[in-house]
């Protein structure tokens, strides 16, 4: 069974990072961006029986930073 | 006083650290490797260095902070052990939730490499004691990462408590009201982006760094 976490920076939470790309992307002369935030994707293979809670265990000890970042799991069943 | 040096794959300011502990302290720190999942017998004082460790994967200081070493070190600090983290070893004690806020990429997204003026908030503290308040250091910086970042009231309850022990006295990275380092709610545990064992004899450029680690020294032995 396959997991994808996507984790992304708080709202509020200052994203360098997105503002540097947002610039590029008007350089390009993309018009009608108004914002980006840059996240990360994860993606774990894992054992058949591992549980929701495992998952979120695995976010809030390792994979996210909560101080400044949220997670959002999505389980890829037959993946 | 005894000291010891966490050594985590990457770090590159372990040496620096233990040559500045080395001429103040008069006695060599041991190096500590983060496999270690307890801390030499009866240690005084605990650095974590600067560095990139483990290439600065996932988070800056994530890999780190939940290595075996920190759980002795985790122990250590709430006995009341004083531990400094410098520039990665702050980040280390953020992602261990040793201080509160994180540190992101700087604000300007360039690495920044340079000697910063920054004033001393308060110099009552273990590490600090070495310092008049208000008064003017420079220390050199060398990050990526070190946008210090946390909510308005962890910033208003570090201020009211005179945890913010340094400030930069000009633009650096963007940190939330300019915060260069901060103590914990005992005051037992700093962690700072600059580098004071970078600047401990005058053939370094500057030796403001040497009277953190000599207050600190004359703290632990009173």
């Given at each position: 069974?396959?997991a994808r976490v996507f984790i992304t920076l708080k709202s509020g939470v200052l994203d360098p990072q997105g503002k540097a790309i947002h ?57 | ?17 233990a040559v500045a502990l080395e001429q103040v302290t008069g006695r060599k720190p041991e190096m500590v490797w983060h496999k270690e999942a ?44 004083p531990v400094i983290g410098i520039c990665n070893g702050f980040q280390v004690l953020t992602e261990t939730g040793l201080l509160p806020g ?121």
């Amino acid at each position: 069974m396959k997991a994808r976490v996507f984790i992304t920076l708080k709202s509020g939470v200052l994203d360098p990072q997105g503002k540097a790309i947002h610039h590029a992307l008007e350089g390009l002369g993309f018009s009608g961006v108004n914002d980006v935030r840059a996240g990360k994707l994860i993606e774990l293979d894992l054992a058949e029986t591992t549980s929701d809670s495992e998952i979120e265990d695995m976010c809030r000890k390792l994979l996210a930073n909560t101080v400044i970042e949220n997670f959002r799991i999505e389980r890829l069943e037959n993946a | 006083m005894k000291s010891a040096v966490i050594v985590f794959p990457g770090s590159n300011c372990d040496r620096d650290l233990a040559v500045a502990l080395e001429q103040v302290t008069g006695r060599k720190p041991e190096m500590v490797w983060h496999k270690e999942a307890e801390l030499p017998l009866g240690i005084d004082f605990i650095g974590i260095p600067g560095g990139f460790s483990y290439g600065d994967y996932l988070r800056s200081g994530a890999m780190a902070a939940r290595s075996p070493v920190m759980g002795a070190v985790k122990d250590a600090a709430s006995r009341g052990v004083p531990v400094i983290g410098i520039c990665n070893g702050f980040q280390v004690l953020t992602e261990t939730g040793l201080l509160p806020g994180a540190l992101m990429r700087n604000a300007g997204l360039s690495f920044v490499c340079r000697g910063v003026r920054l004033k001393v908030e308060n110099s009552q503290s273990l590490f600090t004691s070495g310092y008049h308040s208000g008064e003017e250091i420079v220390f050199p910086v060398a990050h990526h990462d070190g946008n210090y970042q946390a909510d308005e009231g962890t910033l208003d309850r570090l201020e009211g408590e005179g945890r913010v022990a340094f400030r930069y006295l000009e633009e650096c990275n963007g940190s939330a009201r300019d915060i260069a380092g901060i103590l914990n709610d005992a005051g037992n545990v700093l962690g700072l982006m600059p580098h004071p064992e970078r600047v401990i004899e005058p053939a370094h450029g500057g030796d403001d760094g040497r009277r953190l680690f000599e207050g600190l020294l004359e703290t632990i032995a009173a």
